[in-house]
């Protein structure tokens, strides 16, 4: 077990368990029972939409603004990664991308450090991140901050919207440390 080898599990509105993890630039590792609340049935699934699920890492599932089952990951490594967003649809029991992009992109020259949306007291989601240059984590720089009322649409402390994917040019950096 590594600490860079997350595992998390959810369970959705029908009941079925999804599990994902041990995956640190790995091909992605996800699991979905075939009968509802029950671990025994755990069943491997290779691919979840089957693009961009060969180099993942930090898997995280969350609840969306509706009640709605989400996937977030990095595809790529240190210092040259994009976060995805999965959303699960029960009727079919397919997974598709929440957004049509990744939200974070380094543009081939860094990786965003963040850390899972939180819904606050005002019902947005609220997200902080880390720019990282190399995998040594002496190249961190620039805190930056994004907020978003359906995970879809982001924008920055002041209101201003947010083009997809954010990158460092175009995010609002909160600290900006060298």
């Not at 993890?21 to 699991?31: A, I, R, T």
């Not at 755990?42 to 939409?49: G, K, Q, S, T």
Request: proline letters at 7%.
């Amino acid at each position: 077990w590594d600490s860079h080898n997350y595992l998390t599990m959810a369970v959705d509105r029908d009941g079925y368990l999804h599990l994902a993890g041990n995956m640190h630039v790995d091909p992605l590792v996800y699991f979905r029972s075939s009968n509802p609340l029950d671990a025994t049935s755990f069943e491997r699934i290779d691919w979840m939409v089957g693009s961009e699920e060969s180099r993942c890492t930090y898997p995280r599932f969350m609840t969306g603004p509706t009640g709605e089952l989400v996937f977030r990951y990095r595809h790529g490594s240190s210092g040259n990664g994009v976060d995805f967003y999965n959303v699960y649809d029960p009727d079919k029991r397919e997974w598709r991308r929440l957004l049509d992009k990744p939200l974070l992109d380094g543009q081939g020259k860094m990786n965003a450090y963040a850390r899972m949306p939180q819904l606050g007291p005002d019902g947005r989601y609220h997200m902080i991140w880390m720019w990282r240059d190399t995998p040594d984590c002496a190249t961190n720089h620039d805190i930056s901050y994004a907020c978003s009322s359906d995970l879809i649409n982001w924008e920055t402390s002041a209101g201003n919207p947010l083009a997809l994917p954010i990158t460092l040019r175009t995010g609002e950096i909160v600290d900006p440390v060298p």
